[in-house]
């Protein structure tokens, strides 16, 4: 990795943390002076350089940054939450005399040769990740080699969230969840159902947990009934249709459902046929044609988002840590779009 | 624009027409010897050169192909096709290592000033063109300047669909069409009804052609019977709904209807509730996951044929003229989806 040393070797040397080490470069206030001389006889002693001000993109006219493209998936109703942030950032970006390149990658790995190619070869100033997951190697190594980026999505890692490093942009999805549940609480019943993912993934949990909260402050239903509410399904279209079938012989009524996609919700939508409520998830074309409620990301605001924390726009003094007033770490909250419902499915309602 | 002469100097000076100048230079055989030789001498009086060699794009490690990418419709259903060409363009580019470079426009005079910018940097080779139309000022600039690009869609003016300095790939809408109309006059009886855009785009004449063609030949209407059978409105959802019940309520019954757009025919299906078969076009996620045929346009292929017209791939000597042997313009067959029909809406079906 070239001759330059890097904040974990200097980790390495002082027997400390990279936080520990970013803490002492960007809040040595936070670190016991003890631990803080430490580092810096590391950094001292290995010539390491932050590279903070690298990391920050110069707004010029030929300013590029580089953004994976993924090949579509077969199911793009929710898939195309991407494509819709690629229009937003690239419009805000021409704005803003900055040019966006695509490319290409099969994996983590290759994604960070791409990263080499196109940083060495100074085609690209900086990077925006997307679908980002605990213990991401790509920004493991855009940090450790000086590279300025910004990711569309939290670390998820319980130690990284607050790394000073890692500047990030994401949608609060445990708000939208949870004002979409309480939202069917207050219309009707309290046996709302929710269709999420697999756990595992940052994400759908997040998302999840917005269900639970929402549910134990406002359905009076015991924890086994809870259990018997959720459940967890890959995310294509008829699986929302057998997952709200299957909650239904399983908790003999449901009063509505919440799912983690808008496909999901398509599903769910076909197996009950308006009979109950169904809101789902990214406020997609799709949800606005057929007429049911979803949680919409926001994404022009994330765009804005990743692109001040880009340019170094959003400036003066960072409170760090907490990723509410840290400007590092910002959390867009999401807005809940209400529908009446699939009136427009077939002559008589569906 | 700067004292390079260009073709159109070429014309104004010969008293010819451009085409006329680019057959002198592409096809010498087809001018009359009289008018050649006076091209001829308009071209060595200017010190005209032609840029064939300069338009075509050298493959190379750095090579960048620029593509406008327009902020996100309101009805994203259909319109998400080009975004669908842009992944397809991104993975094959990427495979041969080119590069797409993304930028916006507010209108073709806006995209002109951007050919211009992102070509002087030398940040980009090659341009990509979508949504043409008849008289499009962008290609003409290109031609006129020289710079290297292939059009998604044909230029739709008589006179130059056959132009040998523009460069196209477009799909035969016509004939996915008269497939899809063929298909339903084949299950049952001869009313089937068309939902296309109004008349005055390329596109849009283009497919309703290809139903007219089918149903002409086989339905054995008149043609005021078929007038009766033809809806023309703008592309949203609803007005899927609106144009069947107004073809219904006009021509008494229907036997089925083929739609312009996948938007329109979900429109059509909620509000037919599947009593008769939809088919739509562009076979997006909303046709797979609801269960309805519709016409796909390989977006693969046109990514490979831009991409092989871009860099030379296509070789050997022009045959001109002729857009199914002419190399410099393909028409790519779409391919009819066939779909039992939306048995998944509801659990009585739709």
Chains 1, 2 share one sequence.
């Not at 970006?93 to 080499?116: M, S």
């Not at 269900?211 to 259990?227: D, N, P, Q, Y």
């Not at 249709?241 to 449901?254: F, W, Y």
Request: net charge negative.
């Amino acid at each position: 990795m070239g001759a330059q040393p890097t904040v974990t070797d200097v980790a390495g040397v002082a027997g400390v943390s990279r936080q520990t080490v970013s803490n002492v470069l960007n809040a040595p206030e936070l670190v016991r002076p003890e631990t803080r001389e430490r580092v810096q006889a590391a950094i001292h002693s290995l010539g390491y350089r932050p590279h903070a001000s690298a990391r920050r993109l110069r707004t010029q006219k030929s300013s590029t940054i580089g953004i994976r493209l993924d090949p579509i998936t077969q199911d793009g109703i929710s898939g195309s939450i991407l494509d819709r942030f690629l229009h937003a950032l690239t419009e805000q970006a021409d704005r803003q005399g900055l040019r966006v390149l695509l490319f290409t990658a099969t994996g983590p790995e290759d994604e960070i040769e791409q990263f080499r190619r196109l940083s060495d070869a100074a085609d690209v100033d900086a990077f925006v990740l997307t679908s980002t997951f605990h213990g991401d190697p790509r920004t493991e190594w855009l940090i450790e080699n000086g590279r300025s980026f910004v990711t569309f999505g939290r670390p998820w890692g319980i130690d990284d969230m607050t790394d000073p490093e890692h500047l990030w942009v994401d949608v609060d999805g445990r708000a939208g969840v949870r004002e979409a549940t309480a939202h069917l609480l207050s219309r009707g019943g309290p046996r709302i159902g929710f269709i999420g993912w697999p756990s595992g993934s940052g994400t759908g949990d997040d998302r999840r947990a917005g269900w639970l909260e929402a549910m134990r402050a406002g359905s009076g239903l015991t924890e086994e009934e809870l259990r018997l509410l959720d459940a967890a399904v890959e995310d294509v279209v008829p699986n929302g249709a057998d997952a709200v079938r299957r909650l239904e012989q399983r908790a003999g009524r449901l009063d509505g459902v919440v799912c983690v996609s808008d496909s999901l919700a398509l599903g769910a939508l076909t197996a009950t046929a308006g009979r109950i409520p169904v809101v789902g998830y990214d406020d997609t074309p799709v949800a606005e044609a057929l007429g049911f409620s979803s949680v919409a990301q926001q994404l022009d605001e994330v765009a804005a988002g990743v692109l001040e924390l880009l340019t170094g726009a959003h400036g003066g003094r960072v409170q760090r840590g907490d990723p509410v007033t840290d400007p590092r770490h910002r959390l867009v909250t999401p807005r809940l779009v209400v529908r009446d419902g699939p009136s427009l499915i077939g002559d008589r309602t569906l």
